[in-house]
């Protein structure tokens, strides 16, 4: 072979694989420049989506409320009120301003306030693009500081006549922060789950107002209740694993409000715990019938992984013991996974025999364990609570009934919309229907029975 054959070929390889790579190049800026293109479409549709329904809406809500609002603001304009203009921040914190019918907290104008209906002339600020039917609240100027702004990324979006953490507050679940809830909107809106917030706001209004200007402890059906939110709740747990006097704990639910009607011992354990407080959406609307107005649902199961991170934090201690073989371990092992630094002295399941009884209450104690959880169901785990506390050797300790059975994932948790709503009953009642019918269908009638009752004594 002649080097000169040699060499040309190797030019013409060269070139080859210039003019390939030239051209892959060229492809790769093509393929990016139709992804830019695809993407910018697809944010561009799903902004023009949600317009598009906001629009139709807006005009769907205020036509069918037309009949009831011209009435309601010829009405409000005779006691000397009407329509107001407010200063809002829009989107990209672009001041406009906000249309709301100022409403005489008197006669029907107290129903109309409840039904939201002072919001209707918002939708005039939907219909113009300042606000939206879904978004994070409207704030007024100066409410926000520029650097909440920032990181709430609030304003990438317009604000909204429903907005998720008002549901949440209402339904006595908003743990977080405004914040919290306003980023997860931003960072998670769909026009479908604009939709599902918009269903989710009908129960919520039926709710009442979150936390309100409560008394720190107030009695429903003659039982005491510690008017706590989860944040104090905590608190008060922290210092009790630090302090040194066992304490006890107790969740009272509707159920156990049930079950401490025909249970005197069950009744003087609540009412002579250190702390109880008041779980779940039944207790809410007691407190609203009888006008005590419940600030939190402080409930075992959205405490506890607080409580883990606060362990993990501040040191301490924790005896797992209830529900069947393994379950307790598999609660260790995700307290492990995602809170490696809180202590777990120790696990054992919840069937024991009364002779065995001594052999676990040493157990619990020679664990060295400052907080225990106790998941017997109640009322059997809060008695048990109350009659071995001082031998426990533990500073704190609470019945907490299901708990382990959802954190070792062996009966899945209802979802958090369902919860939005107040309806995390109905779904454990569709998880368990022969075992919980009786507590839910029957018990939950029963109970609010006895609080319009109490209503009705009341006056
Ligand atoms: N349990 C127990 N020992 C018993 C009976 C029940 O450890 O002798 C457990 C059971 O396995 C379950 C928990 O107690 O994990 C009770 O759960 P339930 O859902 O009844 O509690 P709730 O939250 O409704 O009070």
């Given at each position: 072979m002649e080097?000169?054959?040699d060499n040309s070929k190797k030019l013409l390889t060269e070139e080859l694989v210039r003019r390939f790579s030239r051209r892959g190049a060229r492809r790769a800026?093509?393929?990016?420049?139709?992804q830019v293109l695809l993407w910018l479409g697809v944010v561009q549709t799903a902004a023009l989506g949600k317009r598009a329904v906001d629009i139709l809406a807006a005009a769907l809500i205020g036509t069918l409320f037309l009949p009831l609002a011209f009435p309601l603001w010829l009405w409000s304009k005779g006691h000397g009120q009407g329509l107001v203009r407010k200063a809002r921040l829009g989107r990209w914190a672009v001041p406009y301003q906000e249309w709301e019918l100022s409403i005489p907290r008197t006669g029907v104008g107290r129903i109309a306030l409840m039904a939201h209906l002072n919001a209707l002339p918002a939708l005039w600020n939907v219909l113009r693009g300042d606000m939206s039917l879904v978004g994070p609240r409207s704030v007024a100027p100066g409410e926000v500081s520029m650097a909440e702004h920032l990181?709430?990324?609030?304003?990438?979006?317009?604000?909204g006549l429903v907005c998720l953490w008002w549901i949440r507050q209402r339904a006595n679940i908003a743990y977080g922060t405004e914040a919290e809830s306003d980023a997860e909107y931003v960072d998670t809106r769909t026009v479908k789950g604009d939709l599902a917030i918009v269903l989710r706001a009908l129960p919520a209004m039926l709710y009442g107002e979150g936390i309100a200007s409560a008394s720190d402890e107030v009695a429903i059906?003659?039982?005491r209740i510690d008017n706590l939110t989860m944040d104090e709740t905590l608190d008060r747990l922290m210092e009790w694993v630090g302090g040194d006097t066992p304490r006890q704990l107790c969740f009272l639910n509707a159920d156990c409000m049930n079950v401490a009607f025909r249970n005197t011992r069950y009744r003087e354990v609540i009412n002579h715990a250190d702390l109880t407080v008041a779980d779940g959406i039944g207790l809410k609307l007691a407190g609203k019938i009888l006008r005590r107005d419940i600030r939190q649902n402080v409930n075992g199961t959205d405490l506890f992984p607080r409580l883990c991170a606060a362990l993990e934090e501040h040191g301490g201690s924790v005896f797992l013991l209830g529900a069947k073989p393994g379950v307790a371990d598999a609660v260790a092992d995700w307290i492990r996974e995602r809170h490696p630094a809180?202590?777990?002295?120790?696990t054992r399941n919840g069937y024991f025999t009364p002779e065995e009884e001594p052999e676990v209450v040493r157990q619990v104690a020679e664990s060295g364990a400052q907080l225990l959880l106790v998941a017997f169901g109640a009322p059997r785990q809060d008695l048990w609570v109350a009659e071995n506390l001082s031998r426990l050797g533990v500073r704190a300790a609470m019945g907490v009934g299901g708990l382990f059975d959802f954190y070792s994932g062996r009966i899945p948790r209802a979802p958090v919309w369902m919860r939005e709503i107040g309806m995390e009953w109905v779904y454990r009642l569709i998880q368990e229907p022969r075992r919980m019918w009786r507590r839910y269908l029957v018990g939950n009638v029963v109970f609010l029975w006895r609080v319009l009752a109490q209503r009705l004594r009341e006056g």
């Open positions: 080097p000169g054959t800026r093509l393929r990016r420049a139709v990181v709430r990324r609030r304003h990438n979006v317009r604000p059906l003659g039982m809180a202590r777990i002295a120790g």
